[in-house]
């Protein structure tokens, strides 16, 4: 079945550490996008990335950095100059901008600080 | 500034009632309008679109969603609720190209 999967589902980090999430799709999606979930706060657009070899920032990108080499992968790096990166993680894809069918997520990283 | 507006942190309803999750946005032009629902510790599943048409669109597991564009309001309705509908639920709205912004969202309890 064609899907996002993202690992991995639980991460823990010290302080001045950097950790990288996965996310690999085989829907084919052009558009990968990376958001963070803070409760009560919906969902924030991290990076997104439209091409290979192409990615734009989103609204809370700082701390945050991401390569896109391949179509099916957009790992996402928490660099240690995210001074609270305690959050869920959710990478998606969308066939083109996704206007006509939406995004389709992964499960999710939740990372926490310890 | 362009914004979505999910009015209600927690709706509570009874199992067999009908249930609205109410939505409303600020954009210019004519956005794309999207349902999504969240299961704990799980990434959002679409549900439901609204591009254009008719004003009231079906989506997924019996839910409904009604466009009214005067009140620029987008509310995700359901005939019938079930204990399964209980879920955190977002409304999104496409602002074009790869823009889009989610509400803050809304936590459905249905109770048996």
């Known amino acids: 079945d064609g899907g996002i999967t993202q690992s991995p589902k639980y991460l823990f980090r010290k302080e001045g550490q950097n950790v990288t999430l996965s996310c690999e799709q085989n829907l084919n999606h052009d558009a990968m996008y990376w958001y963070r979930q803070d409760p009560g706060q919906g969902l924030r657009l991290i990076y997104y990335s439209q091409i290979v070899n192409d990615f734009q920032k989103g609204d809370i990108a700082e701390g945050y950095s991401v390569s896109r080499e391949k179509k099916e992968s957009f790992p996402l790096t928490v660099t240690s100059a995210q001074k609270n990166p305690t959050a869920f993680y959710l990478c998606?894809?969308?066939?083109?901008?996704?206007?006509?069918?939406?995004?389709?997520f992964g499960s999710g990283t939740r990372l926490t600080v310890v | 500034a362009q914004s979505v507006a999910q009015p209600e942190d927690q709706v509570n309803v009874a199992e067999g009632n009908p249930l609205t999750v109410k939505c409303t946005y600020s954009v210019s032009g004519n956005p794309y309008l999207f349902w999504y629902v969240q299961y704990p510790n799980r990434g959002l599943q679409f549900l439901l679109k609204?591009?254009?048409?008719?004003?009231l669109v079906k989506g997924s597991y019996g839910f409904e969603a009604e466009f009214n564009k005067s009140q620029t309001s987008f509310h995700l309705k359901k005939p019938s609720a079930l204990v399964s509908d209980s879920a955190l639920y977002f409304c999104?709205?496409?602002?074009?190209?790869?823009?889009?912004?989610f509400g803050a969202g809304t936590r459905l309890f249905v109770k048996a």
């Open positions: 999104a709205v496409r602002l074009g190209g790869f823009k889009t912004i």
């Open positions: 609204y591009i254009t048409g008719d004003n």
């Open positions: 998606a894809s969308s066939m083109g901008a996704g206007g006509d069918y939406g995004y389709t």
